[in-house]
Every structure is written in structure tokens, then in C-alpha cells.
């Protein structure tokens, strides 16, 4: 299906935003023993810079709208077609830069990352929930096609986790104030969004602690399990406010479906 390719205009200027800062803390020397201490914890200080939204949302079956529309369904089927690449190993030396499959989760991460910011900058819920939820799923999906890159993962889904809580409380996440077309705390999701959002939230939270589990177990990165305290944070916001049921089995223990 051919998609227009036109540009998504908004009045405003989109602001710099940075990425999460991060810092590994270097493992302890052997003790007397001869023995490893275990690896200290990582200090990872998540940071939010979001683009300037509009002042109002963009009216509901506009030109406008359309176009926001269609700009996000074209940016979605170019990363399912480069993530089923990157599964299939697709790839030839004639395949053009732009259609490659992905080389790693972080390359993935800057193309959801640049839809995110559209939506968040169109300010019209309208497509903000039902684009945001499908760039979410995309991104727990992929966490199983990559090696994995905590880092990269901590940090795209702490701007899904603050974009969602604000949608759910009608609050900017970084000025409190409320936003385009709703006052504060009118929630900006359906009751049905609201549903689908904590079930993501919940089952990314289990799919990342599994990827710490498998990837300390198969001794790849012996400062992976000092993720572990970092991966607490995934989704902490959105689910404080919908309620986190986690998937946990009858002893108590994580279930890894992987």
C-alpha cells in the first residue's frame, strides 16, 4: 500500500533532548580468596527531554490528522520490514542502506524513538494511544530478536513509561502542567487503552528481568545481573498508577516464557 511521505508541520520548534545518561561501575578486585565480588550495582540516572507539543490537538478527521496518520502507519511498516530482515538475515551487499534489517537494538531503538516524538509533538490522543501502544509492543518484540542492549533498553521504554503516565493523567511529565486540549488530571486514554497499556507494561517489565537472567546465565557479561536494581524502573510510573500484576508463579518465582 503506498503511503504519502509528507511532513508533519507543526508551528512549534522541536526542543534538543539527550540521551539517558549511564554509567557502569567498574567490578571489585578479587578478594583474598582469590574469589570475584559480586558486581556493584549500575548507576543509571534516567533523563526526559520531550519536543514542544502543539498548543492543540490536531482536529479529529482532518487533513491534518491524516497525514499524522499516515506518516506513523509508514514509520511502523519500516520497522516491522527491517525487524523481519534482521530475523530472516535477509540481507545481500545490494540491499540499499534504508532497507537493511537492523544491526543492533539500539539502531532499532532511534527509529521508535523518532515516532514517539511525532506523536508526543502532535499532542492529539486521537493517535497518540493506539500509536503509542503498537511502537511499545514493537519494542518488547524486538527485545527477543537482539542481544541484549540494557542500556538502549532502559532508556526507550523510561520514555514510553513517562509518556504513558502523562496520556493516563492528563499531566506533562516534565512541567506538570496540562496538557494540550484537557485539564489536569483527565486522563487522555481510553479505559480499554488503559488495560492494554498496564498488560505491556507488565509483561515488558518480565521479558527484560528474563533477558538479565539468560544473558548472566549464559556468561557472556558477567556485569549484566548489576542491571538487575536499574531494571526495577521499567515501567515503575505507568504501573503505579494502573496497578502492576507481574508474572509471577505460585512459588513466587519469575516466569520466563523464553
Same mark, same amino acid.
Given at each position: 500500500?503506498?503511503?504519502?511521505?509528507?511532513?508533519?508541520?507543526?508551528?512549534?520548534?522541536?526542543?534538543?533532548?539527550?540521551?539517558?545518561?549511564?554509567?557502569?561501575?567498574?567490578? +571489585?578486585?578479587?578478594?583474598?580468596? /582469590?574469589?570475584?565480588?559480586?558486581?556493584?550495582?549500575?548507576?543509571? @540516572?534516567? &533523563?526526559? &527531554?520531550?519536543?514542544?507539543?502543539?498548543?492543540?490537538?490536531?482536529?479529529? /478527521?482532518?487533513?491534518?490528522?491524516?497525514?499524522?496518520?499516515?506518516?506513523?502507519?509508514?514509520?511502523?511498516? +519500516?520497522?516491522?520490514?527491517?525487524?523481519?530482515? *534482521?530475523?530472516?538475515?535477509?540481507?545481500? =551487499?545490494?540491499? =540499499?542502506?534504508?532497507?537493511? /534489517?537492523?544491526?543492533?537494538?539500539?539502531?532499532?531503538?532511534?527509529?521508535?524513538?523518532?515516532?514517539?516524538?511525532?506523536?508526543?509533538? @502532535?499532542?492529539?490522543?486521537?493517535?497518540?494511544?493506539? /500509536?503509542?501502544?503498537?511502537?511499545?509492543?514493537?519494542?518488547?518484540?524486538?527485545?527477543? *530478536?537482539?542481544?541484549?542492549?540494557?542500556? @538502549?533498553?532502559?532508556?526507550?521504554?523510561?520514555?514510553?513509561?513517562?509518556?504513558?503516565?502523562?496520556?493516563?493523567?492528563?499531566?506533562?511529565?516534565?512541567?506538570?502542567?496540562?496538557?494540550?486540549?484537557?485539564?489536569?488530571?483527565?486522563?487522555?486514554?481510553?479505559?480499554?487503552?488503559?488495560?492494554?497499556?498496564?498488560?505491556?507494561?507488565?509483561?515488558?517489565?518480565?521479558?527484560?528481568?528474563?533477558?538479565?537472567?539468560?544473558?548472566?546465565?549464559?556468561?557472556?557479561?558477567?556485569?549484566?545481573?548489576?542491571?538487575?536494581?536499574?531494571?526495577?524502573?521499567?515501567?515503575?510510573? *505507568?504501573?503505579?498508577?494502573?496497578?502492576?500484576?507481574?508474572?509471577?508463579?505460585?512459588?513466587?518465582?519469575?516466569?520466563?516464557?523464553?
Amino acid at each position: 500500500m503506498s503511503i504519502p511521505n509528507e511532513q508533519f508541520r507543526d508551528s512549534d520548534e522541536d526542543e534538543e533532548f539527550e540521551d539517558v545518561e549511564f554509567e557502569d561501575v567498574p567490578l +571489585q578486585a578479587p578478594g583474598a580468596n /582469590g574469589d570475584h565480588q559480586p558486581p556493584p550495582a549500575v548507576r543509571w @540516572s534516567p &533523563t526526559l &527531554t520531550l519536543p514542544q507539543q502543539r498548543n492543540e490537538p490536531l482536529a479529529l /478527521g482532518s487533513n491534518e490528522e491524516t497525514r499524522l496518520r499516515n506518516r506513523l502507519s509508514e514509520g511502523i511498516d +519500516q520497522i516491522n520490514y527491517r525487524e523481519m530482515r *534482521t530475523r530472516m538475515g535477509m540481507d545481500t =551487499p545490494d540491499t =540499499p542502506a534504508a532497507e537493511r /534489517g537492523y544491526e543492533s537494538f539500539s539502531q532499532l531503538c532511534r527509529e521508535v524513538e523518532a515516532l514517539v516524538d511525532l506523536l508526543w509533538a @502532535s499532542a492529539t490522543p486521537s493517535v497518540q494511544g493506539e /500509536g503509542l501502544i503498537t511502537l511499545a509492543g514493537l519494542t518488547k518484540a524486538a527485545l527477543q *530478536t537482539h542481544p541484549f542492549d540494557p542500556a @538502549s533498553t532502559l532508556n526507550i521504554l523510561y520514555r514510553f513509561d513517562q509518556i504513558f503516565a502523562a496520556l493516563c493523567t492528563g499531566q506533562h511529565p516534565l512541567t506538570g502542567a496540562p496538557l494540550p486540549g484537557t485539564q489536569s488530571g483527565r486522563s487522555l486514554v481510553t479505559q480499554t487503552q488503559k488495560v492494554r497499556i498496564q498488560s505491556l507494561a507488565e509483561s515488558t517489565r518480565s521479558k527484560v528481568f528474563c533477558c538479565l537472567i539468560n544473558e548472566d546465565e549464559d556468561g557472556e557479561d558477567d556485569a549484566m545481573g548489576a542491571w538487575s536494581l536499574a531494571a526495577t524502573k521499567v515501567y515503575e510510573a *505507568t504501573l503505579m498508577l494502573l496497578g502492576d500484576q507481574g508474572d509471577i508463579d505460585d512459588a513466587g518465582r519469575l516466569e520466563c516464557p523464553w
